[in-house]
């Protein structure tokens, strides 16, 4: 088991920053990739960025390209994603998610891939 908490949302102005963090606690070492998704009003969930288990290849969508970072910190079992110059787009719920992939072995068989996922953290922009 994985479990994941997000912290650090809040009500910010357009222009200004924040920064998300997402501790991962249990089971970490099972964890091949991990990612922030967000969820507006009213909208479908989408991948924001994601970053890969040894933290040297990630993907953001088009949208945040330039504005977000993600980052991992092995140390702390934690996931950043740095935002700036938010916009009212920006609002959403946004949820850390962390990802194992099936994978199959002589001895054990397969391993079904499995994601793990936080209950999120608010980000409003005013304008």
């Known amino acids: 088991q994985v479990q994941l908490v997000e912290s650090g949302g809040g009500l910010v102005q357009v222009g200004g920053s924040l920064r998300l963090s997402c501790a991962a606690s249990g089971s970490i070492s099972s964890i091949d990739s991990m990612g922030w998704y967000r969820q507006g009003q009213g909208k479908q969930r989408e991948l924001v960025a994601a970053i890969s288990n040894d933290g040297t290849t990630s993907t953001y969508a088009d949208s945040v390209k330039g504005r977000f970072t993600i980052s991992r910190d092995y140390a702390k079992s934690t996931v950043t994603l740095q935002i700036n110059s938010l916009n009212p787009e920006d609002t959403a719920v946004y949820y850390c998610?962390?990802?194992?992939?099936?994978?199959?072995?002589?001895?054990?068989?397969?391993?079904?891939?499995?994601?793990?996922w936080g209950k999120g953290t608010l980000v409003t922009v005013s304008s």
């Open positions: 998610n962390a990802a194992r992939a099936p994978a199959w072995s002589e001895k054990v068989g397969f391993t079904a891939g499995v994601d793990y």
